[in-house]
């Protein structure tokens, strides 16, 4: 069964930091190509936040976030890790993990991605 398991939210002051995990399921981690965290605030469209690939851990990272997140996968692969440090307010949102298990070159759209995590609530506090 296909299944990623995020993990870590909470809340957090302004300048903070916090580290979010996605538990891959066995099956999605031997088909999965790229692996990925978006985040959605109330009436806003999912943003995409980080990026990894799966085989050369090559990262990518939406410009909001660079300098200041990292993405990052254990040896096993089967979880994603994001690093969140100097969080600010508008870092708030629900953050997803998702996998997409047919890497065409594309990274940064929710399309891209085939399964999807229940998603964490981050709260950062001014």
């Known amino acids: 069964q296909v299944q990623l398991v995020e993990s870590g939210g909470g809340l957090v002051q302004d300048g903070g930091s916090l580290r979010l995990s996605c538990a891959v399921s066995?099956?999605?981690?031997?088909?999965?190509?790229?692996g990925g965290w978006f985040r959605q605030a109330p009436g806003k469209e999912r943003e995409f936040v980080a990026a990894?690939?799966?085989?050369?851990?090559?990262?990518y990272y939406g410009d909001s976030v660079k300098g200041r997140f990292t993405i990052s996968r254990d040896n096993a692969g089967n979880t994603v890790y994001l690093q969140m440090n100097s969080l600010k307010p508008e870092d708030t949102a629900v953050y997803y993990c998702?996998?997409?298990?047919?890497?065409?070159?594309?990274?940064?759209?929710?399309?891209?991605?085939?399964?999807w995590g229940q998603g964490t609530q981050v709260t950062v506090s001014s």
């Open positions: 990894i690939t799966w085989s050369g851990g090559k990262t």
């Open positions: 066995e099956r999605t981690f031997s088909i999965t190509n790229m």
């Open positions: 998702a996998a997409d298990l047919n890497y065409s070159g594309r990274y940064y759209h929710p399309s891209d991605y085939d399964y």
